[in-house]
């Protein structure tokens, strides 16, 4: 009895929407990265299935702990976030452009994407600290400037598209914490603003942003103009866009896409930040359509967690959550066709990288703790 009660509190539709997404990364990345010549992508495929037990270890520790402890101990963990951010600045190793990558031995991981997950429990302490000034605006700027941290230490690498989930993240954990809504279009609103003055400083001026690498800039450059960057940047967009529309409703077929295939749309990137590209090809306007829908359910997953949580915390913990894993669904998907610019980030669950699908799996875990507490008192 008392192990069917153990298993009964699990909040089972987001456990095998998330185990389903993942299942469908594999077999993407399998196809993306088949006849590669590449040698580090030939085992990609395998190497995210054994990634996805390791989430799967992750996922356990935090749903069957209690989701409290974390929170009381969010301080610690930010901290300790700060702190690799700050070491993989001065040890770590470039890759693409942005030194993100810390590395022992064999052994290498993403600071960055371990933030994001100490962050979520460093600010959901902060806000319980605060939580009868929830409604006060100097609370949106304690948040914030919590988050200016990690913002500016990323942008330091730079890895541009890590930071700008931070926000987003402030905004669920704000929104759920039941801050007024006044106050939270504020940064909306500045939000707005920041894209318009990119747009004309940008795309219509041709300057340069401080503080980013040419590459970045071009990247932006060539989302208002592709034809600035027609081999770079300007062609990854359009072979994407060309992969996806060439899909039709069901798709070429899966291992038969020709953009993927043939290398049009590039083996490094294709399994990874274009990986809904490549899924677009070979499983069309249905295979598309049943990704955003799964992605989208288990957002909804987390949003009733967080509307049943049985308190304060809970509500936080998956208003941030939520915030997070919206925010690289969005970009992800939407760089693919041309919506925001190329930011170099992944799709939850189903992107080929260790780091963050580890992140995202112990980020359901805590989920399934704030079920479990609330089904098993």
Same mark, same amino acid.
């Given at each position: 009895?008392?192990?069917?009660?153990?298993?009964?509190?699990?909040?089972?539709? #987001?456990?095998?929407?998330?185990?389903?997404? !993942?299942?469908?990364?594999?077999? =993407?990345?399998?196809?993306?990265?088949?006849?590669? *010549? %590449?040698?580090?992508?030939?085992?990609?495929?395998?190497?995210?299935?054994?990634?996805?037990?390791?989430?799967?270890? !992750?996922?356990?520790?935090?749903?069957?702990?209690?989701?409290?402890?974390?929170?009381?101990?969010?301080?610690?963990?930010?901290?300790?976030g700060i702190f690799l951010l700050l070491v993989v600045l001065a040890f770590g190793r470039e890759v693409n452009g942005a030194k993100s990558w810390l590395r022992f031995g064999p052994v290498g991981f993403q600071p960055a994407e371990v933030m994001k997950l100490a962050f979520l429990v460093g600010s959901t302490a902060l806000l319980v600290?605060?939580? *009868?000034? =929830?409604?006060?605006?100097?609370?949106?700027?304690?948040?914030?400037?919590?988050?200016?941290?990690?913002?500016?230490?990323?942008?330091?690498?730079?890895?541009?598209?890590?930071?700008?989930?931070?926000?987003?993240? !402030?905004?669920?954990?704000?929104?759920?914490?039941?801050?007024?809504?006044?106050?939270?279009?504020?940064?909306?609103?500045?939000?707005?603003?920041?894209?318009?003055? =990119?747009?004309?400083?940008?795309?219509?001026?041709?300057?340069? &942003?401080?503080?980013?690498?040419?590459?970045?800039?071009?990247?932006?450059?060539?989302?208002?103009?592709?034809? %600035?960057?027609? &081999?770079?940047?300007?062609?990854? =967009?359009?072979?994407?866009?060309?992969?996806?529309?060439?899909?039709?409703?069901?798709?070429?077929?899966?291992?038969?896409?020709?953009?993927?295939?043939?290398?049009?749309?590039?083996?490094?990137?294709?399994?990874?930040?274009?990986?809904?590209?490549? &899924?677009?090809? *070979?499983?069309?306007?249905?295979?598309? #359509? &049943?990704?955003?829908?799964?992605?989208?359910?288990?957002?909804? !997953?987390?949003?009733?967690?967080?509307?049943?949580?049985?308190?304060? *915390?809970?509500?936080?913990?998956?208003?941030?959550?939520?915030?997070?894993?919206?925010?690289?669904?969005?970009?992800?998907?939407?760089?693919?066709?041309?919506?925001?610019?190329?930011?170099?980030?992944?799709?939850?669950?189903?992107?080929?990288?260790?780091?963050?699908?580890?992140?995202?799996?112990?980020?359901?875990?805590?989920?399934?703790?704030?079920?479990?507490?609330?089904?098993?008192?």
């Amino acid at each position: 009895m008392a192990r069917v009660r153990f298993w009964s509190g699990f909040h089972w539709p #987001s456990v095998l929407l998330m185990l389903g997404l !993942c299942t469908a990364g594999i077999l =993407i990345i399998y196809s993306a990265t088949r006849g590669t *010549e %590449l040698a580090d992508l030939r085992n990609a495929s395998i190497q995210q299935a054994a990634w996805v037990g390791l989430g799967l270890a !992750c996922f356990s520790v935090l749903a069957f702990s209690d989701y409290h402890r974390w929170v009381a101990q969010g301080w610690w963990w930010f901290g300790g976030g700060i702190f690799l951010l700050l070491v993989v600045l001065a040890f770590g190793r470039e890759v693409n452009g942005a030194k993100s990558w810390l590395r022992f031995g064999p052994v290498g991981f993403q600071p960055a994407e371990v933030m994001k997950l100490a962050f979520l429990v460093g600010s959901t302490a902060l806000l319980v600290a605060l939580r *009868e000034r =929830i409604e006060k605006f100097r609370t949106v700027l304690a948040l914030v400037g919590l988050a200016l941290l990690p913002v500016l230490l990323i942008l330091r690498q730079p890895d541009l598209g890590s930071a700008a989930v931070f926000l987003p993240m !402030c905004f669920g954990l704000l929104f759920a914490g039941g801050t007024r809504l006044r106050f939270l279009l504020i940064p909306v609103g500045l939000g707005l603003a920041a894209f318009l003055a =990119i747009y004309l400083w940008v795309g219509q001026f041709g300057k340069e &942003l401080p503080g980013l690498k040419t590459y970045q800039n071009n990247r932006i450059r060539t989302f208002f103009d592709p034809n %600035l960057d027609p &081999l770079g940047a300007g062609w990854t =967009i359009r072979q994407s866009i060309i992969a996806i529309g060439s899909g039709g409703f069901t798709g070429k077929g899966f291992l038969r896409g020709d953009q993927n295939l043939y290398g049009f749309l590039p083996k490094n990137i294709a399994y990874n930040d274009f990986i809904f590209a490549v &899924l677009g090809e *070979e499983w069309g306007f249905v295979g598309g #359509s &049943l990704l955003i829908l799964g992605q989208a359910a288990l957002l909804i !997953c987390i949003a009733w967690i967080g509307l049943r949580a049985p308190d304060f *915390e809970g509500r936080l913990l998956a208003g941030g959550v939520l915030g997070m894993l919206f925010t690289h669904f969005f970009i992800n998907v939407g760089m693919t066709i041309k919506v925001v610019p190329i930011t170099g980030i992944p799709l939850p669950f189903v992107s080929y990288g260790g780091t963050f699908l580890a992140v995202c799996m112990a980020a359901m875990g805590l989920m399934q703790s704030i079920w479990r507490q609330r089904r098993l008192g």
